[in-house]
Nanobody, 115 residues
């Protein structure tokens, strides 16, 4: 069974950048879509970016123009490049399929953006 492990989070000042990685233990070629989700305190978990098996991408309005999702199939890894970070981006970031499967939720990686 595929396992997903997120990494790359940290503390960054507003305007800074981070790159998150989602490493899959097995091939993700045949998964229709992979996504990055985030959950901030007091808010629902939300999908912020997704990429289909054909390479089509979608972004939440709040991150368009700032975040870029990509994949490296050879490395079984999905990335989220986050630029121009804002304090409101502070959240725990998770990767999963789109739509998500419960079994794939992991610990996530904390992103904290200071003002």
């Amino acid at each position: 069974q595929v396992q997903l492990v997120e990494s790359g989070g940290g503390l960054v000042q507003a305007g800074g950048s981070l790159r998150l990685s989602c490493a899959a233990s097995k091939s993700i070629f045949h998964i229709n879509a992979m996504g990055w989700y985030r959950q901030a305190p007091g808010k629902q978990r939300e999908l912020v970016a997704a990429i289909t098996s054909s390479g089509r991408t979608n972004y939440a309005d709040s991150v368009k123009g700032r975040f870029t999702i990509s994949r490296d199939n050879a490395k079984n890894t999905v990335y989220l490049q986050m630029n121009s970070l804002k304090p409101e981006d502070t959240a725990v970031y998770y990767c999963n399929t789109d739509p998500p499967r419960q079994v794939f939720w992991g610990q996530g990686t904390q992103v904290t953006v200071s003002s």
